[in-house]
C-alpha cells in the first residue's frame, strides 16, 4: 500500500518556524491534499487542505500563521509554520487522495514547540 512520507518536524522554540513536507513514493495524481494533526490525549484535527485547483482552507487556530502549498509534479504538499505556538505541539500527518480517491496517509512526524 502506498505510504505518503513527512519530513521536516523537530524542536522549536515558541515565535518559530518550520516547514513540513510530505510525498508518496511514485506519482498518484493526487487530487485533494491536507494537513491534520493529533495532540497528546486529544482526537486527530484537521489542519488545513488544498484543491487540486489551489483552494486553500485552514483551521481558525493557524489562519494568519500556517500556508499550505502543493507542487503537482512531484505530488508533493508542504505546510509552512510561522510565530508557533506551544498549542501547535502534536504529530502532523499528511493525507491525499489519488486519481481514483483512495484515501492515502502519511506515518507522522512530530512538531514540538518548547522554550
Known amino acids: 500500500q502506498v505510504q505518503l512520507k513527512e519530513s521536516g518536524g523537530g524542536l522549536v522554540h515558541p515565535g518559530g518556524s518550520l516547514r513540513l513536507s510530505c510525498a508518496p513514493p511514485g506519482i498518484i495524481f493526487a487530487r485533494q491534499m491536507a494537513w491534520y494533526r493529533q495532540a497528546p490525549e486529544k482526537e486527530r484535527e484537521w489542519v488545513a487542505s488544498i484543491s487540486r485547483n489551489g483552494r486553500e482552507d485552514y483551521i481558525d487556530s493557524v489562519k494568519g500563521r500556517f500556508t499550505i502549498s502543493r507542487d503537482d509534479a512531484k505530488d508533493a504538499v508542504y505546510l509552512q509554520m510561522d510565530n508557533l505556538e506551544t498549542e501547535d505541539t502534536a504529530v502532523y500527518y499528511c493525507?491525499?487522495?489519488?486519481?481514483?480517491?483512495?484515501?492515502?496517509w502519511g506515518q507522522g512526524i512530530q512538531v514540538t514547540v518548547s522554550s
Open positions: 493525507y491525499m487522495t489519488d486519481y481514483q480517491d483512495n484515501g492515502l
